[in-house]
């Protein structure tokens, strides 16, 4: 072979090598991409698991605030006929004693 021919031979060498190099290099950068991707991903998925349940608790929250408040007005509400009912009592106890005295 000549001087020229390893030359030659030299170059086409070196040129696979950058090639491959860049081609490694850039399959490397899209490896890293879609990881990067895939994590995202994976931390939104999970992101909206978390807001979906969050979302389930407060629906159940406000029922059971609703019921609880639905309680109080029907306990408020005994409360007050059981006050009339006393004060009637009290009334007609005191009549009692005033037409007995």
């Known amino acids: 072979m000549t ?3 390893d030359a030659t031979k030299n170059i086409n060498i070196s040129l696979i090598a950058i090639l491959a190099g ?23 998925d999970f ?5 979906t349940a969050v979302d389930e608790r407060l629906d159940t929250a406000e ?8 309680d109080l007005a029907e306990i408020k ?5 059981n006050r009339k009912q006393l004060q009637e009592n009290a009334s007609n106890i005191q009549a009692i004693r005033n037409e007995n005295g």
């Open 3 to 5: 001087k020229t021919a």
């Open 22 to 44: 860049w081609a490694l290099t850039i399959l490397a950068i899209v490896w890293q991409v879609a990881i990067k991707d895939a994590t995202y991903t994976s931390r939104l």
């Open 47 to 51: 992101i909206e698991a978390e807001l």
């Open 63 to 70: 029922e059971f605030r609703l019921n609880i408040s639905s």
């Open 77 to 81: 509400t005994d409360l007050m006929w």
